[in-house]
C-alpha cells in the first residue's frame, strides 16, 4: 500500500496541471474536466489517457519555450 501513496503523489504533484490549464481556456471548473477524462478513458479503453499525456507534453513544451517578460531589461 505503501507504493500506491508514493505514486499517487508523484502524480499529483507532477501533473502539469492539465485539466486546470484546460478548464481556465474553456471557461469551466477543473473538477468538471478532470471528470470528462476519467469518464471518458474508461468509455474508450485508455485512448483519452494517450490524448491527456499529449497535452501535457504540449503545455510544458509552450511553457519552456514562451516565458512571459515583464521588461525588456529581462534578456
Known sequence: MKWFQKTKYFF???GFEVSSRLADRLGMKA??????FIYVTFATFGVWFAVYLTLAFLLRL???IYTKR???FDL
Not at 473538477?31 to 470528462?36: A, P
Request: proline residues 0%; glycine residues 0%; charged residues 40%.
Open 31 to 36: 473538477k468538471n474536466v478532470r471528470l470528462f
Open 62 to 64: 509552450k511553457d519552456l
Open 12 to 14: 499529483e504533484k507532477h
Open 70 to 72: 515583464t521588461s525588456v
